[in-house]
């Protein structure tokens, strides 16, 4: 097993070898944009991860790893356009710095591009990664509608929330830790167990990802703070607030969310006070937590070894407190 550094480095290696100078340069200089400004890389780092648990060295797993992190890409050059967002990792975006058309049809280009990765692979592991690729990349788009739909809908139930984020965001961790597995031809059981710990680690993921849009520091998150708010997005934190404010807030609450004002500082400021003294705040920490032990809990059932147990428990604690 490696550490969460030598895994992001294993995978810069090999997506920096796999950059050629390709025509027209307006469809492919974009998508080497947005993949060179880095980020975290979980979710390939999982894949790796998860390949060298169940005893399977982590090259074999990076063109799969590769394609979890073009896709991610893909989809967040859409969510971007889709939100009107001015920055990505502390950079611009790419349909701001190109235009919306072009980070349309580049991100359509990734998409594929994910997909050629996975033709690296014998048949048979081929069409596994395939299958769990196509139903993952639809219940993504499926999880981004139902984001849309919430900005305008005014009954939205933590249930529902929950669902949404599951699929926007949590299904594509847990896929990319079951295609180690697969890769690494486990039991089925392995292969489900963590793909259900990869679910409950990316749903405290997205909780975290929005307190810290709330509350995060502007120098570390690499978004803009405070867009959800903009946005009027009915994320955890604007849900709970709802349930356990006083009329008054909840009014204000509700009235906050139903306006788009041309400079939103107040705006956000206001709605962070809300979530603060309702205790949607500590609500949603609360929640990052749960999650993150239900994971943990299903970490003890996967068959193996307990140094590996306690590396990826070890990776979940990390995620759980993360800053940016």
């Known amino acids: 097993m490696h550490s969460l550094e030598q895994y992001q480095i294993f995978i810069s290696d090999y997506l920096e070898s796999q950059y050629e100078t390709k025509e027209p340069k307006n469809l492919y200089e974009p998508i080497q944009y947005i993949l060179r400004l880095g980020g975290k890389r979980i979710r390939p780092v999982l894949t790796l991860m998860s390949a060298e648990v169940f005893d399977t060295n982590y090259k074999e797993a990076l063109p799969a790893a590769l394609a979890v992190e073009v896709f991610h890409n893909f989809s967040l050059i859409h969510d971007d356009i889709m939100d009107d967002a001015p920055l990505r990792r502390g950079n611009i975006t790419v349909h701001e710095k190109w235009d919306i058309n072009t980070g349309i049809l580049s991100g359509d280009a990734m998409l594929i591009l994910a997909y050629q990765y996975f ?183 996967i068959s193996i070894d307990i140094d590996k147990k306690e590396m990826l428990k070890t990776f979940g604690e990390n995620l759980m407190g993360r800053k940016v």
């Not at 803009?224 to 009915?234: F, R, Y």
């Not at 955890?236 to 909840?250: C, D, G, H, T, V």
Request: charged share 25%; hydrophobic share 40%.
């Open 119 to 301: 033709e690296k692979y014998e048949p048979s592991i081929f069409q596994k990664l395939a299958k769990l690729f196509s139903k993952t990349a639809l219940e993504v788009c499926e999880g981004q509608q139902w984001d849309v739909d919430f900005e305008t809908r005014t009954d939205v139930s933590i249930p529902e929330y929950l669902k949404m984020i599951q699929y926007k965001t949590a299904v594509l961790v847990a896929a990319a830790m079951k295609m180690g597995a697969i890769i690494a031809k486990t039991s089925e059981d392995n292969a489900n167990l963590i793909y259900d710990f990869g679910l409950n680690l990316g749903l405290a993921f997205q909780l975290q990802d929005d307190y810290l849009d709330a509350f995060g520091n502007p120098e570390t998150f690499g978004k803009q703070v405070g867009g959800d708010i903009i946005e009027n997005k009915k994320t955890y934190l604007y849900l709970k607030a709802l349930e356990f404010a006083s009329i008054n807030q909840a009014k204000e609450l509700a009235e906050l969310f139903s306006v788009h004002p041309e400079d939103s500082t107040n705006k956000i400021a206001a709605v962070k006070e809300i979530f603060l003294t309702s205790g949607a705040a500590q609500e949603t920490k609360n929640a990052i937590q749960d999650f993150t032990f239900r994971a943990f809990d299903t970490l003890q059932k």
